[in-house]
């Protein structure tokens, strides 16, 4: 009798394609569900299901016969509560026993970052539709800082000075590939972070040193310099934006666990050690 396969959403993306890779190294049965075939890793021994999130029926589909799956976390939008909610019904209506969960560290009701608010909703969701919960609440990706500088070299945002312990995705990766194979992470919900918590002035110099460019830094704005600097963007864009800095400058992001190291034996990158393993996540700035 073989074993029911691993069920994985988002398996196209850059944290679901590195889990499904690292899980086709162990040889581990999985179910890839996907928007767009042409874009699904090629991988041995999985198999490919193209639906979306929104439809309920083609979800239930896929998940059938598993027991476990890795719900990546929709893109930003403003439905996404709503897009989270359609595959945990699907899940639990398909006898889903267990749901590893990409939610967001300090993922609360009243937390600075609204994409933080849709987190909480969505592992009450899980819960409440009779699933276990392992929740992965990352910090921000060390993956997307390169892309928060300007064309002029500036990285503009309401953070002030304070701190944020920059995770890698690769790290990431392996800590959800851990938590899959093994039911003792069930009803568990891990702070998901790097080891160092950097300002955005120590985080910029970073970036500055690997791609010897010195006219990169950062300029705290105020909330109101802030919207402006985002005029003509959709509201529900500028306020996720603003969010994501605000909870850097409260201390949300600030937290450091050592749940990477614990899980899977292995430390995670420091932000300048990823700078290094990593040059494609910033070489377009060298341009």
Do not use: K
Request: aromatic share 6%; hydrophobic share 45%; with cysteine.
């Amino acid at each position: 009798m073989t074993d029911p396969p691993l069920v994985l959403t988002g398996a196209s993306g850059a944290l679901g394609g590195r889990v499904a890779r690292q899980l086709a190294d162990r040889e581990v049965p999985m179910r890839l569900v996907v928007r767009d075939l042409a874009r699904a890793p090629q991988l041995p021994g999985a198999e490919v299901v193209r639906t979306d999130l929104g439809d309920e029926e083609a979800m239930r589909a896929a998940f059938d016969g598993a027991r476990t799956v890795l719900l990546v976390s929709a893109e930003e939008s403003p439905d996404r509560q709503q897009l989270h909610e359609v595959p945990v019904r699907a899940a639990a209506a398909a006898g889903i026993e267990r749901v590893v969960y990409t939610s967001f560290l300090g993922a609360a009701p009243a937390a600075s970052f609204p994409y933080a608010r849709d987190h909480a909703h969505t592992e009450v969701a899980i819960r409440e539709a009779g699933m276990a919960l392992t929740a992965l609440r990352n910090s921000l990706y060390a993956d997307i800082v390169p892309h928060l500088v300007g064309d002029d070299g500036v990285v503009r945002g309401p953070a002030g000075d304070g701190r944020c312990a920059w995770v890698a995705r690769e790290d990431i990766a392996r800590l959800a590939v851990a938590t899959l194979l093994d039911d003792v992470h069930a009803h568990r919900i891990y702070d998901v972070t790097g080891p160092e918590p950097l300002d955005l002035h120590e985080t910029v110099r970073l970036l500055g040193r690997v791609t010897g460019r010195g006219d990169l830094r950062y300029v705290p704005e105020t909330i109101t310099e802030a919207r402006a600097s985002r005029a003509g963007a959709a509201d529900w864009m500028v306020e996720g934006w603003i969010g994501s800095y605000l909870a850097i400058d409260t201390g949300e992001l600030g937290v450091t666990s050592h749940t990477i190291e614990a899980v899977t034996g292995r430390r995670p990158l420091t932000f300048g050690a990823f700078l290094d393993a990593e040059p494609d996540a910033w070489r377009h700035l060298t341009r």
